[in-house]
């Protein structure tokens, strides 16, 4: 058994894609994981904004493209194939500037042997992103800038183009929606209210909007939140803190590192003295 350990402690984890997994490592660091997927990918019905993106591309109408998450450039593709031949559209992004917003798609662009020209640092967020273009003294006045979205748009980031001078052009490529099967989200609310969760693990701001979401058709919102004031807030990182912060909520923990593995060592570590402290404050 590792050093950390969460001590027998309730940890509900609301990830979808990676749901086993983390589950099984909440229980390695000694927790009880309750599993709830918060959340499914839905592709978007109408392409047209991707359909458009790639006729403005191959056309030389662009001068960079942010790509955001490895999921969403390799969704993007996915939708262009059947339309464009795949090797036209690397070619394409091959002759503007690639800015990606973190590891992920990074590794997709190599995959697809197109240079990246700027890529965030950790902590992955939108500011990084423009800070990194603020350091690389790219210009952007009057360039023709088209950003990969995911699942939610982000307005700071789009404003933060414009600000420096950029038309933006948003190409959302797939959206979020909830489970088909909403009753683990429910249970996972009923658990909350009823203080049988000790530890939430956050990966995503969507699963915060979904908890609430689910809480709010069944008349639960305000002692959701309650609920999760007892509660250990561990997320992954900014973006995620900043979803739960607009909800009223403090963040208890936040992953030195965004990634999975970071997220469950730290909380294992810290849960039991965090637990006691929120405790203690909520009477």
Do not use: C
Not at 180 to 206: C, H, K, M, N, Y
Not at 232 to 242: D, L, M
């Amino acid at each position: 058994m590792p050093v950390a350990n969460f001590q027998g402690l309730t940890v509900l984890t609301l990830e979808t894609r990676r749901g086993q997994e983390i589950s099984r490592l909440i229980e390695t660091y000694g927790g009880k994981p309750l599993h709830a997927p918060a959340m499914r990918e839905v592709p978007l019905s109408s392409n047209l904004e991707a359909l458009k993106f790639a006729d403005a591309l191959l056309e030389g109408k662009l001068d960079a493209v942010v790509f955001l998450t490895g999921v969403g450039a390799r969704a993007l593709s996915n939708v262009l194939e059947g339309v464009h031949p795949t090797e036209k559209f690397f070619e394409a992004l091959r002759k503007v500037s690639v800015i990606a917003r973190g590891p992920k798609p990074v590794a997709v662009l190599r995959e697809w042997n197109v240079p990246v020209a700027l890529a965030a640092p950790e902590p992955n967020t939108w500011r990084e992103v423009l800070q990194a273009i603020d350091d690389s003294e790219l210009d952007l006045r009057d360039k023709h800038v088209a950003v990969q979205e995911y699942g939610v748009s982000n307005p700071e980031l789009l404003e933060g183009l414009r600000g420096r001078g950029a038309h933006v052009t948003p190409v959302p490529v797939y959206q979020w929606d909830l489970p088909e099967d909403t009753a683990p989200l429910r249970t996972a609310v009923s658990s909350i209210i009823a203080r049988q969760i000790d530890v939430a693990l956050f990966t995503t701001g969507v699963q915060v909007s979904h908890l609430f979401q689910i809480a709010e058709q069944d008349g639960k919102k305000d002692a959701l939140k309650a609920g999760l004031e007892n509660v250990v807030k561990a997320s992954i990182g900014p973006t995620t803190s900043e979803v739960l912060r607009s909800y009223g909520l403090s963040v208890d923990l936040e992953a030195s590192h965004p990634k999975m593995g970071f997220l469950v060592k730290e909380a294992a570590e810290q849960s039991e003295a965090l637990l006691q402290r929120n405790r203690l404050h909520s009477g």
